[in-house]
């Protein structure tokens, strides 16, 4: 009987690609690069101000519709992780499922979006390590993210961080792997420990929840609402990295699957009781503090500062594990499209060290553009929440890019006979199997609707202060520019690409199913 490897690679082989990368990821390893993308610890302090300035305490329920709605996603995402266990995932799932064009357009998103998203959450530490201690605030002045020295600095703590984690995915998964795991174990240790503080020093009861802080009520609430709803939306993203490691990842057809799901839920969970447990303890929902210093402000006023302080630390440990995750999905996106060839400078961007078994250029490149968007912030407060919001957008719009064609594929009677398909290695694959068509459509729903809610040019998200009239709409802009310059670059590598949907077996199940 062939070792989990040898079948692991031949299976790579069904899809036209020889290994490359090592295969040292287990279960709880792809478990932890899918709940450290996500990063309640990293996400949830970060951006707990803004929902609550919205929304008021009853924001709270904007996190399990924001849940319910990705988990939809989720679902999907684990039925195709089974399928297609290769690297760069939402580029493969969808060219699979649509064709080069959309396919493309799918991985280019998404590579903008994760560089994006390395800079957004390396911003974090500025929220928490001036917290802990007031040496981090290396500029001096106001160590606030809506200040021109807590901007400034925040780039400068970014910068840093992103440079240590580009050193840890040169080095090598292994590493990767190590830390990631390590740092989600004290992330979900940091987690339990936060709930359950906070909540032996409760103030009010969880009715709380009901209140919508002076926002409006009835109709009138709605809009505030949806403006809360941001907040878990910039939450709950990244679950898929578990997919994005799959050529990484022992027998992953049968562990993606399960890791996207656990990620999801495990995150899901926590971070609502984290929510609740925030606004029950807080000293005050009136006095203004919640929605301008939000839950370092809860941890340090209600735990003491020592106790405080260590709880903030493994926050930190949280973010920087967080960018650790995003940059290294992000880098095997950008080595999936260059092995073939549908990239500027593929042929240096696909070289995989063959002593690390690591893509070294794309962890690079990820690194600088990331820093890159972190640059363009020194001393602009206003930009932090306009290139959160647009990176999650883009996010969205990827995922879009592989519900929308994964649901006419659906209709036309995708996957076929699966009910019937034969077992791969000794276990069924996961399916939805009736519920299919029902939870995909729940998924695009969903999600479309979020790209409005998230791109909608609302001045109070995107130019608070009426600073400059193109934050207002910089969603759209920055949205617009993404596709204009990938439109270009696909010109170039549009016949690449064609011939490639062409050549690879689609869809690639039916190994699976003729077993």
Known sequence: MPLKSDADSADLRGFGYEPQLHRSIGSYASFAAGFSFVS??????????????????????????????????????AQLAARYPISGCIYQWSRRL???TVGWFAGWVMIIAQIATVAAAAIALQVVLPSIWSGFQLVGGDPAL????????????????????????????R????????????????????????????ERGPGVVFDTGGTGTGLGYVGPFLVSALMAAYVVVGFDSAGELSEETRD??????????????????GGGLMLIAALMAAPSLTDGRLATEGLPYVLTSRLGETGGRILLIDVAIAIAVCTLAIQTAGSRMVFSMARDDVLPFSAALRKVSPRTGAPVLPAIVVGVGAAGVLLVNIGQPALFTAITSVCIVMLYIAYALVTVPLLYRRLKGWPDNEEAAATERGGK?????????????????????????LGWPRPEVYDPAGAHWYLHYFSLLFVGGALLAGGLAFLRYRTRAMSLHITLPAPAVAEAETA
């Open 146 to 173: 809506t200040s021109t020295t807590g901007a400034t600095n925040a780039v400068i703590l970014g910068s840093v961080l992103i440079a240590i984690t580009t050193v840890i995915n040169v080095i090598g998964v």
């Open 252 to 269: 992953p057809r049968h562990t993606a699957p399960r890791t996207i799901l656990r990620a999801l839920a495990a995150a899901g969970i």
């Open 98 to 100: 649509a064709n080069a």
């Open 40 to 77: 309640i610890l990293t996400t949830v302090f970060q951006l707990f101000a803004f929902g609550f300035s919205f929304g008021g305490p009853a924001f709270f329920w904007t996190w399990p519709l924001v849940f319910a709605g990705q988990f939809m996603v989720a679902l999907n995402f």
């Open 429 to 453: 694959l996961f399916s939805l199997g009736k519920f299919g068509i029902v939870v995909n459509v729940l998924a695009v729903v969903y999600g479309i609707g979020m790209i409005f809610n």
């Open 175 to 202: 590493l990767m792997s190590i830390v990631n795991s390590i740092g989600v174990t004290l992330e979900i240790i940091g987690v339990a420990a936060v709930v359950v503080l906070l909540l032996t020093h409760a």
